[in-house]
């Protein structure tokens, strides 16, 4: 065990493709903030093919789901007991009259926070794709190096990309966590 988790050899296919190499302290850090979940493929050296999170032994007990009570449903024409619906938990009264008027306040603050800058995002990105590789997007930084070479629209593509990233267009990094302001 103390092996793996010094050896970058863990891989994962997440919302923006293959993910890796990562430590195995980074993969089960990415699986407590749920950004790899039981159905996630992952993948290392010496397994056969990837598998999903739930089916590799090291990973199931960071990805098993809470188990769900199933209750069936009535039977037709049987009188029941009416439930009530479940409903967003509401802020208390003290609270600030952003979070009472937000919904989304509540899940945006569940959604891992990402290590990487905005401003030093779009700052990198003047030189063309660096900022791009900063945030975890390496094939977007890749196209934005090759074209300012090949072509040079690539320049003005980064200055254009850096100004939206500055701007808050850009919202997650590469795994998925949101970029902080």
């Not at 159905?39 to 056969?48: A, I, K, S």
Request: proline share 10%.
């Amino acid at each position: 065990m103390g092996d793996q988790v010094s050896q970058p050899e863990w891989y994962y296919v997440g919302h923006y493709g293959q993910l890796g190499p990562l430590t195995f302290d980074q993969v089960q850090e990415l699986a407590r903030d749920g950004v790899i979940a039981p159905d996630t493929f992952v993948w290392r050296p010496g397994m056969g093919d990837w598998r999903p999170a739930r089916d590799v032994s090291d990973l199931r007990p960071l990805v098993q789901l809470p188990q769900v009570e199933f209750v069936p449903p009535p039977m037709p024409g049987a009188q029941t007991a009416v439930r009530p619906e479940p409903r967003m938990p509401q802020a208390p009264a003290y609270a600030s009259p952003v979070y009472a008027t937000s919904q989304w306040s509540y899940l945006e603050s569940t959604v891992p926070k990402s290590d990487k800058s905005r401003t030093v995002a779009g700052l990198l990105n003047l030189m063309p794709g660096i900022g791009r590789f900063y945030l975890g997007y390496a094939a977007h930084g890749v196209l934005q190096l090759f074209t300012a070479f090949f072509c040079g629209i690539g320049f003005v593509w980064s200055i254009i990309d850096g100004i939206y990233i500055l701007m808050g267009g850009v919202k997650y990094d590469g795994y998925g966590r949101t970029i902080e302001d």
